[in-house]
Nanobody, 123 residues
């Protein structure tokens, strides 16, 4: 089992930046592919970014590509999401997720989830 705890959310103006962190406990993240999902009010949870076990491959949804960067530090059991050039439409609760095997953009493929952290981007 692995427990995930997100942090780093908050209120930021358009064009600003935030860095989200996802810290794991219980088991190391070494054997897990990781991802960030987000859910805006009244909308379905959507894929944002994913990273392979080794960190050698990353994946992004089109709406965040070029602005967000996912990374991982397995020695620290932590995954990050650097968010730059934030837009109001990025406002959502952001969730960290982990799964065995390769990266996926489908939430049902993930085995473990964090509690979420709120990101609010004002105009």
């Amino acid at each position: 089992q692995v427990q995930l705890v997100e942090s780093g959310g908050g209120l930021v103006q358009s064009g600003g930046s935030l860095r989200l962190s996802c810290a794991a406990s219980g088991r190391t993240l070494t054997s897990y592919a990781m991802a960030w999902f987000r859910q805006a009010p009244g909308k379905e949870r959507e894929f944002a970014a994913a990273i392979s076990l080794s960190g050698g491959r990353t994946y992004y949804t089109d709406s965040v590509k070029g602005r967000f960067t996912i990374s991982r530090d397995n020695a620290k059991n932590t995954v990050y999401l650097q968010m730059n050039s934030l837009k109001p439409e990025d406002t959502a609760v952001y969730y960290c997720a982990a799964r065995l095997y390769g990266s996926s953009s489908q939430p049902n493929d993930y085995d473990y989830w964090g509690q979420g952290t709120q990101v609010t981007v004002s105009s």
